[in-house]
C-alpha cells in the first residue's frame, strides 16, 4: 500500500529552523522597531560621535553598537533599516513573482505567439546591466520608496519567467496534461490544476531568493544614495556612510553588512527548505 | 456501424513530412481492434489523432474521424472536446507520468464524472470507490487520499484503467499499456484491461507492438507501417496466414517461448525493402495527383 517513505515524517531540518528563526527575528524587530529601539534613529549628538559598541573599551552601556559620526545610535538605525528591507523584501518579491510567473506560465503552456512575444522580451530584457538599468529607472521616476519597488520589478520578473516557463514546458507535454484534456478539461483549467501545481514549488523557492536579491538590490540604491529620502535610515545608506570612516569606526558598517548578509543568507536557504517541504515527492 | 470510423486520414509534420499517409480502420461497438507496427510507424499517433492531442508539430491534413457517426472536424473546438470526452477515453503508456503527482488520487477520478457527466461530488466519489473495487485494489478508501507517488506502477495502471472506464466511454484507446510494467503485471494488467472491456461492452484501439498481446486480447489488427495500413484483417486470418510480406516477416520474428536459446530473427532487409518502395509508390501516387 502506502511504501515506506509515506510514514517518515522528516524534521523540517536545521536550515528552516535557523533562516525561519534569523527572518522572525528581524519581523519582530522591525514591527516593535519604535518600542525596541533606545534612540530616535535621526538624532544626533556630536559629543557621542563614533561610540564603539559595548565589547570594546571606552563604550558607553546606552549605545550597545556603538554610534556613527554624527553620533546616531547605529542599534536603532539598524532596527528601522529593517522596516525597510523586509517592505522592499515582501512587496517588490511578491509582485515580482506574481508578473513573472504569471507571464512564464502562459509561455510555457499556451506556447504559439504568445511564448514568441513573452521569450523575445525576456531575451532583450536580460541584455540590460541591471544595476545599471535600476539606477536609470530611478533617475527617471525619482528617488522614493515606490521607485525602488517599481525598479526591482521591472528588471527581475525575467528570473521568475525565465525559470517557470521551461517548468511549465516540461509540465505541459505530461501524460495526465493530455489525459485532463482528453477528458474535456478546457486549457484555462489544465493550468490552474494539473500545471500549477506542479510549479509551485519552484516558484516558492524563486520567490523567497527573490526577497533576498530585493533587500541586496534595494541596499545597492541606497549605497549609491538612490534609494529612499536620506532621513529615513537604511541598511545600505548605513554602509555607504560607514564606509568613509571604516578606520575610525567600523562598527557602523560592519553590523548592518552582517545583518544583510544573514538576511539574503535565511531567504535562500528558506527557499531551498520549503521546496523540500512542499515537494510531494520529498515530503 | 462502427463506432470509431478513420477514413483516409492524413497527419503531417508542419514541414509537409508524413505521418500517417491516408489511414482507414473501423472499430465496431464491443471490439477490440489492435494496432501493430515497429516503433515510429504512426500507431500512437492514430490515438492522438482521435482524441485531438496531436504534438504541436503535427497537424491533421486530411481524412475523417467518425465518432459515433459524427465527424469531429466539422465540430468547433469547444464542442469536439466535450464529445471526445463524452465517448472515449485514453489509458497511456507511462503509469507513473500519467498522474499529476502533486494531486490525490481520488479528485483525479472524479474530475472526470464532473467534468464530462456534470455529477455532484459526493456521487463522484461513491463511483470513484465502486470504480476502484472493480480493477482489485484493496481498501479503495485509503488508494483515494493517496498520492500517486505512494503506489506502485501496477496499481497507477489500475487507477488509470478505473479513471479511463469512469465516464463510461464506449471507446477506450489503450496506448502500450503495459509496456512500461513488468512481466508478471504486464499479464494481471492486460487481464483487467479484457475483464473490463467486456463487462461495459466499450470498444477497445489498443496500441501495441507485441504480437503476443494481440493474440490474447483483440479479435482484429492493423498493421501500420511508416503510417500506412499495410493489412487489415481478423486476428484469427493473421495468425493463421499473415497475406503481407511483411506481416508474415514480423509474424516470424516474433520470440518463441517453446525455443528461449534459439536466436532472434529479424525482419529481412529485403521485405524492408519491399514495404519502402510501396510507401515511396504510395507518395508518388499522392504527389502526382492520382490519389485524392
Excluded at chain 1, 556630536?46 to 554610534?67: H, S, V
Excluded at chain 1, 558598517?253 to 543568507?265: I, R
Aim: aromatic content about 8%; proline content about 6%; some cysteine.
Amino acid at each position: 500500500m502506502r511504501d515506506a517513505r509515506g510514514h517518515i515524517r522528516r524534521l523540517p531540518g536545521l536550515r528552516l529552523w535557523l533562516s525561519g528563526g534569523w527572518l522572525t527575528f528581524l519581523v519582530l524587530a522591525a514591527v516593535f522597531a519604535p518600542l525596541i529601539s533606545p534612540h530616535d534613529p535621526l538624532a544626533q549628538d556630536l559629543f557621542a560621535g563614533r561610540l564603539p559598541p559595548f565589547f570594546e573599551q571606552g563604550a558607553d552601556p546606552a549605545y550597545l553598537l556603538g554610534t556613527d559620526s554624527l553620533g546616531r545610535d547605529v542599534l536603532s538605525r539598524m532596527l528601522y533599516g529593517a522596516r525597510l528591507a523586509l517592505i522592499v523584501a515582501l512587496v517588490a518579491g511578491t509582485l515580482t513573482c506574481l508578473i513573472g510567473a504569471t507571464l512564464g506560465l502562459i509561455a510555457g503552456y499556451y506556447r504559439g505567439w504568445a511564448d514568441l512575444v513573452i521569450s523575445r522580451f525576456i531575451d532583450i530584457w536580460m541584455a540590460f546591466p541591471p544595476v545599471l538599468f535600476a539606477i536609470l529607472l530611478i533617475a527617471v521616476l525619482g528617488t522614493g520608496l515606490m521607485s525602488v519597488i517599481i525598479a526591482i520589478v521591472v528588471i527581475d520578473w525575467t528570473r521568475f519567467a525565465r525559470v517557470v516557463r521551461a517548468e511549465a514546458m516540461g509540465q505541459g507535454a505530461m501524460d495526465y496534461v493530455a489525459s485532463a484534456q482528453v477528458a474535456g478539461r478546457t486549457r484555462f483549467g489544465t493550468a490552474l490544476t494539473e500545471i500549477l501545481p506542479n510549479v509551485l514549488p519552484t516558484i516558492v523557492a524563486l520567490l523567497t531568493l527573490e526577497m533576498g536579491i530585493a533587500v541586496i538590490v534595494e541596499a545597492i540604491l541606497s549605497f549609491v544614495n538612490l534609494s529612499i529620502s536620506t532621513d529615513q535610515p537604511t541598511w545600505g545608506g548605513m554602509i555607504a556612510e560607514g564606509r568613509t570612516s571604516i578606520y575610525q569606526a567600523w562598527w557602523v558598517l560592519v553590523f548592518p553588512l552582517f545583518a544583510l548578509f544573514l538576511t539574503v543568507l535565511s531567504f535562500s536557504q528558506l527557499g531551498e527548505g520549503l521546496k523540500d517541504h512542499f515537494d510531494p515527492v520529498l515530503r | 456501424m462502427s463506432f470509431l470510423s478513420i477514413q483516409d486520414l492524413t497527419v503531417q509534420l508542419k514541414n509537409g513530412m508524413p505521418l500517417l499517409r491516408q489511414v482507414s480502420l473501423d472499430v465496431a461497438p464491443g471490439e477490440v481492434r489492435a494496432l501493430v507496427g515497429e516503433s515510429g510507424a504512426g500507431k500512437s499517433m492514430i490515438g492522438k489523432a482521435v482524441l485531438g492531442i496531436l504534438p504541436k508539430a503535427a497537424r491533421l491534413t486530411g481524412g475523417k474521424i467518425l465518432l459515433d457517426g459524427e465527424d469531429l472536424q466539422t465540430l468547433p473546438q469547444k464542442a469536439r472536446r466535450q464529445r471526445i470526452g463524452a465517448r472515449a477515453a485514453l489509458i497511456p503508456q507511462d503509469p507513473l507520468t500519467a498522474l499529476n503527482p502533486s494531486r490525490r488520487v481520488g479528485p483525479q477520478i472524479t474530475d472526470r464524472l464532473v467534468d464530462i457527466l456534470g455529477w455532484k461530488r459526493p456521487d463522484a466519489e461513491k463511483r470513484a470507490l465502486e470504480l476502484l473495487e472493480e480493477v482489485h485494489i484493496q481498501s479503495p478508501d485509503r488508494v483515494m487520499k493517496a498520492y500517486p507517488h505512494e503506489l506502485s506502477g501496477g496499481m497507477r495502471q489500475r487507477i488509470l484503467i478505473a479513471s479511463a472506464f469512469a465516464a463510461e466511454p464506449k471507446l477506450i484507446i489503450a496506448d502500450e499499456p503495459t509496456t512500461a510494467l513488468d512481466v508478471t503485471v504486464q499479464k494481471q494488467i492486460l487481464k483487467l484491461i479484457r475483464e473490463m472491456q467486456q463487462r461495459h461492452g466499450t470498444a477497445l484501439l489498443f496500441v501495441t507492438h507485441d504480437l503476443g498481446v494481440v493474440s490474447k486480447i483483440a479479435q482484429s489488427l492493423s498493421v501500420l507501417y511508416a503510417g500506412k495500413v499495410i493489412e487489415e484483417t481478423t486476428v484469427e486470418n493473421f495468425f493463421a496466414s499473415p497475406s503481407h510480406a511483411y506481416s508474415r516477416a514480423l509474424l516470424a520474428a516474433t520470440p518463441k517461448y517453446t525455443d528461449p536459446e534459439g536466436s532472434l530473427t529479424q525482419v529481412p532487409e529485403s521485405v524492408i525493402a519491399a514495404v519502402e518502395a510501396e510507401v515511396a509508390a504510395f507518395d508518388d501516387q499522392v504527389k502526382a495527383g492520382s490519389r485524392p
